[in-house]
């Protein structure tokens, strides 16, 4: 039975703080002097008296009587809430009229996807372009696994919340304390935050860029202050430094963090998904590079600094742009669209079906070749010296299946209100992979997604959701047994 006054509870703390991260955002809209500031004092005040209420109704619960029905839906709810009140300071300052509108730039903001319904973001103040870097920033590693890291008695340390909110099919823990494991990793977030806002200083971003274009490049989220994105600065150094950054976030933060505080190299670089996700990267961009060089007459320099910029960006699910792909040839939309689903390493910011379970499959696939000529074989499937049980391939299959049935579903419904097939289809998966950018014509990588009818806006808010939380949190919610009392 699900013990909804403790749902009610830990829900009212995350929508103070939620309060707390938008006072951030008032001060610099004070800072600046611009007319967000009565925006941000409403939304403060509104998302406190919900966050009394709850408490009221959670009052007397008890932190430790969480279940695993619980935790799924903590998790469900405290994304979908906390998008819901993130729309406050777009729609009373007016900056988006439109509900559905402002609850899919939030939840796109929050799911770090970056995809955006905004024509023109340079137009709007800074508190509101901060807020939107900072949803993203918020939503890098996780709302709850950021709580539980700052605060770890608010959720009881449950490593329950942390599995349904954690992407990736293997769950590793650095202590034996899941709040010590998340402080670890936060910390690590932090620093690579710290150092890639210096490095953008130093290349010549203003200080209000750098702050905002390090929480969304680390975060692999992918929203901008500018309209042509990275492009806007018109700097090859600037885009390097971008690249490395989205490529590092992409790897698994606990690798990171053996390797900066305990200096563990080895573990790194023997890692079997981290040398899966370089030589893909690497393979992605040689091809692409060789296509604009060849095919759009770049040359060599320019040709592999928007091939490696596109590849990662994509793969990383960041959503930053150096150039339009709408303008490559469209076989790079192949290469491109594989970024987008395969994703890069579990454990890290970036979204997608993750480089570890790709490994997986064609592990499987080659165990079952072999099988064939050995029928009496017993063919382990090991990954970094750890076998993979039976359970775990078959979960990894029943992943696979769900996400396939989801983006045809999506996509023909898609088809069906009117949206053109190439983007129907790059749509679906970009936003059930928190990508951000699609490939097509009617709405390319350069352009928003105000264009979309409502009832596709509210389709993709639902597959960010259940891209971030790696589709099964959600979905179990909506099964007859999680609400069954057995």
Known sequence: MLNVKLIYKIISKLLFLESLFMLMCLIVAIGYREDDVFAFIVSIL???????????????SSNNIMGRKDSFLVVTLTWTVYSLFGTLPFLVGGYITNFTNAYFETISGFTTTGATILDDVEHLPHGILFWRSLTQ??????????????????????????????????????????????????????????????????????????????????????????NDSIEYFSSPALEYVSTFFCFLSGINFILLYRLVIKGEIKSLFSNAEVKFYVFITLAFTAFIMFLLMNTNGYGAERAFRSAIYQVVSFITTTGLFNDDAAKWPHVTWIILALCMFMGACAGSTSGGFKSIRCLMLFKVVRNEFKQLLHPRAVLPLRMNDVNISMQRRVTLLAFLTVYCILCIFCAFVMVSAGVDNTNAITI????????????????????SWNELPDLCKWICALLMLMGRLEIFSVLIIFTPEFWSDR
């Open 137 to 226: 920033w918020i939503g890098g590693l996780g709302i709850v696994f950021f709580t539980i890291a700052v605060l770890p008695s608010m959720v009881g340390g449950s490593m329950k919340v942390f599995s349904a909110e954690t992407t990736g099919p293997i769950k590793t823990k650095l202590h034996p304390r899941l709040s010590t494991s998340a402080q670890s990793i936060w910390i690590v977030f932090l620093a690579l935050s710290i150092v890639c806002f210096i490095s953008f200083k130093l290349l010549g971003m203003g200080w209000f860029d750098s702050i905002n274009y390090s929480m969304t490049t680390i975060a692999t989220g992918g929203f901008s202050t500018h």
């Open 46 to 60: 509104l998302t406190q008296m919900a966050a009394y209420v709850l408490h009221y109704l959670g009052r007397d």
């Open 428 to 447: 679906t998966i970009s936003t059930l992979s928190n990508v951000g950018p699609t490939l097509g014509t009617e709405i390319g990588p350069t352009m």
